[in-house]
């Protein structure tokens, strides 16, 4: 029996970031993977993994009937050649497009809903296109996982996918022992850090508009964002970023491979977001021991526990947003820090790598030999 597995996301940079626990118990379990993304410079880092390589016409933005047929037809040509066992989507594109050739060649899909994105933000008639879609594409899918039980319900309500098809698991998951505990150092005037790209539908303008409120009342408060703008339809215009930063109330620090040394020196890690799967810069927070702040949506409400390992505030909303950090601000030191490590402690019952690997192994083994495992019951 073929044991090649294709995975597929909106880019290698996905795979490479998200999925690196995943493909290495995958590949060390005795499976063979081949990515099917859009070119981009972390096509190298997927091949350094020990995995093959094939480019398809994806554009991650917006829908196009004529690029997405064409990216069907890709998808359609590489499972003729590759006859692989099994296909694992990531993103909406691969969820959508690459499932509807699998399901052509009678290959299985798994299908991982990481979020509902900007079609689900985006007004009616995207989000009406979308879900017929999905309902076309996950409509023989061996398994979808979803990263929060609200995104999951939303979709069996509009008969999207079936209920015992599809389950819930902790997002990607995060690597407990790379984003290892750094609790925070008892500073009098707390950092906030926030942590994403520049879109709308991420709060980054909440953000900005929150941390003038909190400067005028704890002057000593250092804000900070990590991430940039791109190009996307939601995305801030660069002459907006432009204006902040010479504004000088929030710190920006640009974008990063390697977001820890950040966390590091960070109380407190904030995502006022729309709407999320299961939002990775709160997850890697958490491990981190660092209090969260996050709008009260799904996915964010799915991670901070209120007034355990951080607060909540209405989505949309700045004067909320500066009220939850204002609080935090004036507690103890102590308080903050003891914050942090609860966080820490939620991450390792509920949010670790394994806990995911588990999940695909499972789904896997309905349809494929299972890999190895070792004593502990952990993928080798």
């Not at 997927?46 to 994806?58: A, D, N």
């Not at 995060?174 to 984003?179: G, I, M, Q, S």
């Not at 209090?291 to 526990?305: F, K, L, W």
């Not at 939620?346 to 999940?359: L, N, Y």
Request: positive net charge; contains cysteine.
């Amino acid at each position: 029996m073929s044991r090649l597995l294709v995975l597929s996301a909106n880019s290698a940079w996905n795979l490479v970031n998200f999925r690196r626990g995943l493909i290495r118990a995958l590949l060390t379990g005795g499976y063979s993977i081949v990515a099917l993304v859009p070119p981009d410079d972390a096509n190298s880092g997927l091949e350094q993994m020990g995995i093959s390589v094939r480019t398809v016409p994806m554009s991650p933005r917006g829908i196009s009937p004529l690029s997405d047929l064409r990216l069907l037809l890709s998808y359609k040509k590489h499972f003729k050649d590759l006859r692989p066992a099994a296909f694992l989507g990531f993103t909406a594109k691969p969820n959508i497009y690459g499932s509807i050739a699998a399901r052509r060649r009678r290959i299985p899909v798994i299908a991982n809903v990481t979020g509902l994105g900007t079609g689900f933000l985006s007004g009616r008639m995207l989000e009406f296109v979308q879900s017929r879609l999905y309902r076309i594409a996950l409509a023989d899918a061996t398994k979808v996982l979803f990263h929060n039980p609200e995104d999951r319900d939303l979709f069996l309500s509009n008969g999207l996918v079936k209920a015992a098809r599809s389950e819930v698991i902790p997002g990607s998951g995060v690597d407990l022992e790379y984003f290892d505990v750094r609790p925070s150092a008892g500073n009098v005037e707390p950092v906030f850090l926030f942590i994403g790209r520049f879109l709308k539908d991420k709060g980054i303008v909440e953000f900005v508009e929150a941390a003038r409120q909190v400067k005028k009342e704890r002057p000593g408060v250092r804000l900070r964002a990590l991430g940039s703008a791109e190009f996307h339809p939601r995305s801030v215009p660069a002459e907006l970023v432009a204006q902040w930063q010479q504004e000088g109330v929030v710190e920006f620090l640009g974008s990063t491979d390697d977001v820890r040394p950040f966390i590091a020196q960070a109380d407190c890690v904030v995502l006022p977001s729309y709407r999320e799967g299961l939002p990775r810069a709160l997850l890697e927070a958490s491990a981190m021991a660092k209090a969260v702040i996050g709008s009260d949506v799904p996915g964010c409400r799915h991670v901070v526990d209120e007034e355990v390992t951080g607060f909540l505030c209405a989505p949309r909303s700045a004067p909320s947003l500066a009220s939850v950090m204002i609080r935090f601000a004036n507690l103890s030191p102590d308080r903050r820090v003891s914050m942090g490590l609860e966080a820490r402690r939620r991450a390792e019952r509920q949010f670790g790598e394994q806990r995911v690997i588990k999940s695909y192994i499972a789904a896997l083994g309905t349809m494929l030999p299972e890999p190895r495992s070792n004593d502990n019951g952990l993928v080798l």
